[in-house]
């Protein structure tokens, strides 16, 4: 095993925390990250004077002052609850305490559907007043992973392809998915993001769970204790 691997099974963590403890943590920490959201957009769109700015930037200093006194040593990785309430909470695109992230609330369905209704605000522009491609690359794929995993057949993005048709607006925002079909250890799934004017980005996307994972679950599965 690569020292690569094996760091990154690290970060699968089953912590124990009660399903009460959890959403103790979401109601502290879900309103931060929103909070964080929101001083990213202001601080994109402010149009105050220069000495409110200043001003500004002391307040956010004691803020981070205060918040790293304490710290999670490196990435948030993915942790599971004694419930088995799984926690991704540092997710680029659906990270509960991740500000960078949309954020995107995924509805999965056990049939290997996945559908989001999501909206992004000026922190996602690319083209002038348009969502940025990367940003839609960015949705489909964790959407498209989403009805993976949802269908039972979960893997990591092997191949990614999209077709951008028309311009993606900011604001309200719909992506959806469904496993299209299951071919040996792939699972190829397609969606779509949309717009009020209709679909904007098609997408199809290879997931594959990788060989260490496969090799874990088999030996698992063939090992009688
Ligand atoms: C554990 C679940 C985690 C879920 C996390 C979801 C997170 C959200 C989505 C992401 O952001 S994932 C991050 C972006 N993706 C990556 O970083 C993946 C990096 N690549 C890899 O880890 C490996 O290359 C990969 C797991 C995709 C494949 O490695 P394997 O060693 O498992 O592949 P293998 O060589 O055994 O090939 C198995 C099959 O897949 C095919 N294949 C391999 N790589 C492929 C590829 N890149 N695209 C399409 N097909 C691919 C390969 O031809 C073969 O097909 P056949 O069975 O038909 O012969």
Same mark, same amino acid.
């Given at each position: 095993?690569?020292?690569?691997? &094996?760091?990154?099974?690290? +970060?699968?963590?089953?912590?124990?925390?009660?399903?009460? =403890?959890?959403?103790?943590?979401?109601? +502290?920490?879900?309103?931060?990250?929103?909070?964080? %959201?929101? #001083?990213? =957009?202001?601080?994109?769109?402010?149009?105050?004077?220069?000495?409110?700015? *200043?001003?500004?930037?002391?307040?956010?200093?004691? &803020?981070?002052?205060? #918040?790293?006194?304490?710290?999670?040593?490196?990435?948030?990785?993915? %942790?599971?609850?004694?419930?088995?309430?799984? *926690?991704?909470?540092?997710?680029?695109?659906?990270? +509960?305490?991740?500000?960078?992230?949309?954020?995107?609330?995924?509805?999965?369905?056990?049939?290997?559907?996945?559908?989001?209704?999501?909206?992004?605000?000026?922190?996602?522009?690319?083209?002038?007043?348009?969502?940025?491609?990367?940003?839609?690359?960015?949705? #489909?794929?964790?959407?498209?992973?989403?009805?993976? =995993?949802?269908?039972?057949?979960?893997?990591?993005?092997?191949? +990614?392809?999209?077709?951008?048709?028309?311009?993606?607006?900011?604001?309200?925002?719909?992506?959806? &998915? %469904?496993?299209?079909?299951?071919?040996?250890?792939?699972?190829?799934?397609?969606?779509?993001?949309?717009?009020?004017?209709?679909?904007?980005?098609?997408?199809?996307?290879?997931?594959?769970?990788?060989?260490?994972?496969?090799?874990?679950?088999?030996?698992?599965?063939?090992?009688?204790?």
């Amino acid at each position: 095993m690569t020292d690569s691997i &094996a760091h990154q099974q690290q +970060l699968y963590v089953a912590d124990g925390l009660s399903d009460e =403890e959890i959403a103790q943590q979401a109601d +502290l920490y879900g309103p931060l990250t929103d909070s964080v %959201r929101e #001083l990213i =957009e202001i601080a994109l769109l402010t149009e105050v004077d220069d000495p409110e700015v *200043r001003a500004a930037m002391e307040h956010i200093e004691s &803020a981070k002052q205060l #918040l790293r006194k304490q710290m999670i040593p490196g990435p948030y990785g993915v %942790r599971w609850g004694a419930s088995g309430q799984k *926690r991704a909470w540092g997710n680029a695109a659906a990270g +509960l305490r991740n500000a960078i992230a949309p954020p995107l609330v995924i509805d999965c369905d056990p049939d290997g559907r996945a559908s989001t209704d999501f909206h992004l605000g000026s922190a996602y522009e690319g083209p002038a007043g348009l969502t940025h491609g990367g940003v839609s690359a960015l949705v #489909l794929d964790q959407v498209l992973g989403a009805a993976a =995993e949802a269908g039972g057949a979960p893997g990591m993005t092997g191949t +990614l392809t999209l077709r951008y048709r028309r311009p993606t607006p900011l604001g309200a925002l719909h992506a959806e &998915a %469904r496993i299209d079909r299951l071919e040996g250890v792939k699972t190829i799934v397609v969606g779509h993001l949309a717009g009020p004017d209709g679909v904007c980005v098609e997408a199809e996307g290879v997931f594959i769970l990788p060989r260490w994972v496969r090799d874990r679950n088999s030996a698992t599965v063939s090992d009688p204790v």
